[in-house]
């Protein structure tokens, strides 16, 4: 007899023959986030995976906290292990789910039978197991349709399992699933968001983080570490790449018109984004852009940006409305570090009047006045690293 957590994944089941390869990278996922509370052992059977404590003394509490964080699960509840005989798994069931029983007024049980050597079907567990909950609990009555409890009782080739309630796990799929791509992180309140839901579509996450000092201070760069933090509860660990950008900045903007600074700065980042994407093996990069939210990110603006991309430019925020970010970094918990005051790279040069629709044309005959392959080379080469890992 043995509490363990039974995992249900999600989007995965439809995946056929890659299914076997999305279990394989979630159990790798889930085993190295469960890593500092201790060791567990996965098995799967029938689109369930099982994780069982190593240690008699693992918080489950605490690994069930973890487990709703991982992407790839749709669900998951915590249940016990029994023998499989049928008087053992009542008195177990009229035990492990006391608490809940007494609490309810209305219940059901729902029974799965995939050991078919067992000598009671699911619907005669169902009548059984509710017949004798009802005699042992006098409080509750049975209601199929909507019940405060519901009891499950599965019936597998290696014991008996017996659970309450399921709860939601985070969905998506599993990091690293759908490969690598370069997260643009800033100290604002998108770009921790993007990474967030592209982590969530299976994508491992490296970063790239712009810093201009003195420009920008140490907390600026500080600021974004904590964010990542965040971010790589869900994410797993993620390598930032912090970038001297001071240069490239000052050269923009003593040699480039003021009214298209931005657009071609961003181009800039672009670049050396792609050089670092390339380095760490990422198929694409993703930034916190959203349609109309600042001069640099209208149609035109951003197609100018798009034009020195060579890779998917993933940006999960685009039809978003700021108001439905928040929510997500309020969920996500990295609102309160985004509004921290400190000074971003963007904020430092930004024009007083940029061209909301500047053409490609213009930009690229700005962007002639100074030799800036070289100095986009350097930055990629003297990023420095940084490992975060929550
Ligand atoms: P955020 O809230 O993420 O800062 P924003 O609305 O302020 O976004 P911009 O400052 O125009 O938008 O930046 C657009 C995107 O460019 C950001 O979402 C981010 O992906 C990237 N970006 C901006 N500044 C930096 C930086 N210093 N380092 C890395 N990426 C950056
Ligand atoms: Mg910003």
Not at 24 to 45: Q, V
Not at 187 to 212: C, N, Q
Request: glycine letters at 6%; one cysteine or more; hydrophobic letters at 40%.
């Amino acid at each position: 007899m043995k509490e363990v957590i039974l995992i249900k994944n999600g989007e995965l089941a439809l995946k056929g023959l890659n299914r076997r390869t999305f279990e394989d990278i979630l159990i790798k996922n889930m085993r190295h986030r469960l890593e500092k509370i201790g060791r567990f052992d996965f098995r799967t059977a029938q689109s369930t995976i099982v994780a069982i404590p190593a240690d008699d003394d693992a918080d489950l509490t605490q690994a069930a906290e973890i487990i709703r964080t991982v992407f790839g699960i749709a669900g998951f509840s915590r249940a016990l292990a029994v023998e499989k005989d049928f008087q053992t798994i009542l008195k177990q069931t009229e035990e492990y789910l006391r608490f809940d029983l007494m609490a309810a007024s209305t219940f059901k049980v729902e029974a799965k039978r995939s050991d078919k050597k067992f000598p009671l079907n699911s619907p005669e567990i169902c009548r059984e197991a509710g017949g004798y909950l009802l005699n042992k609990f006098p409080n509750l009555s049975v209601d199929v349709h909507n019940p405060d409890v519901t009891v499950n009782i599965e019936i597998r080739d290696d014991a008996a399992y017996i659970h309450g309630k399921q709860i939601k796990g985070a969905g998506g799929m599993p990091v690293g699933s759908a490969g690598k791509a370069c997260l643009l992180i800033s100290g604002g309140i998108d770009s921790p968001v993007s990474g967030y839901m592209m982590a969530k579509r299976g994508l491992e996450l490296t970063a790239v983080h712009f810093a201009s000092p003195p420009y920008t201070s140490e907390k600026a760069e500080q600021k974004v570490h904590r964010l990542l933090g965040k971010v790589s509860k869900y994410s797993g660990r993620i390598g930032l790449w912090v970038v001297p950008f001071t240069e490239i900045q000052e050269k923009i903007k003593d040699e480039c018109p003021e009214d298209i600074f931005t657009v071609i700065m961003r181009r800039m980042m672009m670049r050396t984004a792609q050089i670092i994407a390339a380095r760490e093996k990422a198929g694409a990069l993703i930034t916190g852009e959203s349609v109309g939210q600042v001069a640099s990110q209208t149609m035109p603006a951003i197609a100018c940006t798009e034009a020195v991309c060579n890779i998917p430019v993933f940006r999960p925020l685009i039809g978003m409305d700021k108001d439905e970010v928040i929510e997500i970094s309020r969920k996500i918990d990295t609102f309160d570090i985004s509004i921290l005051p400190y000074e971003d790279c963007c904020t430092v040069f930004t024009p007083k009047h940029p061209r909301t629709r500047p053409t490609l044309d213009y930009v690229e005959k700005a962007e002639e006045a100074f030799d800036w392959k070289p100095m986009v080379e350097v930055a990629a080469a003297e990023a420095r690293f940084v490992l975060i890992d929550n």
